[in-house]
T-cell receptor, first 112, second 113 residues
Framework: TQLLEQSPQFLSIQEGENLTVYCNSS?????LQWYRQEPGEGPVLLVT?????EVKKLKRLTFQFGDARKDSSLHITAAQPGDTGLYLC????????????FGKGTLLTVNP | GAGVSQSPSNKVTEKGKDVELRCDPI?????LYWYRQSLGQGLEFLIY????????KSGLPSDRFSAERTGGSVSTLTIQRTQQEDSAVYLC???????????FGSGTRLTVV
């Protein structure tokens, strides 16, 4: 069974601060995705990383896939209240490219 | 439609009753997934459809849970004799062949009282 551990579980920061969320596993994933979920809504895909060492930037968000494809991080620069939400990482692999294994998420609150 | 549509958005049912949850995926998406999200548990895989067939049902928690998909489109998740531990948000997602990302619906919040 593949497991994804996310940390921290909760994060409350002030507007303008930087933060990093981590997603770790002992398993290798063929791809890893990050989603953001707001209350009452389903998760929305932010990015997919597929190559070990890959770095992708989406405005103030930077995503990195570890060299061994076992871990990933999400860094947000100058957080804004609109960044508030539940951030989920999800990995595909283990012979199953269709089924995603999700971490439990990081609940981010950005205070104005 | 433009997105994945789920109905109802909320369902309160009495213990022991049967419920049906509906998912209408994005038109043309061949893959459809059901997940369950409980507080503190994250998203739990239930079942995967490719077209009308379900090659992976490994996440269904018990034989009280079943799902079908017709016409390669709409899917229904049925829970028989509901129990309080079935209370959760049931999320449906669809994707296209070769696509990494899922598009999720807004979910059905099921409360068993």
């Amino acid at each position: 069974t593949q497991l994804l551990e996310q940390s921290p579980q909760f994060l409350s920061i002030q507007e303008g601060e930087n933060l990093t969320v981590y997603c770790n596993s002992s398993s290798v994933f063929s791809s890893l995705q990050w989603y953001r979920q707001e209350p009452g809504e389903g998760p929305v895909l932010l990015v997919t990383v597929v190559t070990g060492g890959e770095v992708k930037k989406l405005k103030r968000l930077t995503f990195q896939f570890g060299d061994a494809r076992k871990d990933s991080s999400l860094h947000i620069t100058a957080a804004q209240p609109g960044d508030t939400g539940l951030y989920l990482c999800a990995g595909a692999g283990g012979g199953s490219n269709y089924k995603l294994t999700f971490g439990k998420g990081t609940l981010l609150t950005v205070n104005p | 439609g433009a997105g994945v549509s789920q109905s109802p958005s909320n369902k309160v049912t009495e213990k022991g009753k049967d419920v049906e949850l509906r998912c209408d995926p994005i038109s043309g998406h061949t893959a459809l997934y059901w997940y369950r999200q409980s507080l503190g548990q994250g998203l739990e895989f239930l079942i995967y459809f490719q077209g009308n067939s379900a090659p992976d049902k490994s996440g269904l928690p018990s034989d009280r849970f079943s799902a079908e998909r017709t016409g390669g489109s709409v899917s229904t998740l049925t829970i028989q004799r509901t129990q309080q531990e079935d209370s959760a948000v049931y999320l449906c997602a669809s994707s296209n062949v070769g696509s990494y990302g899922y598009t999720f619906g807004s979910g059905t919040r099921l409360t068993v009282v």
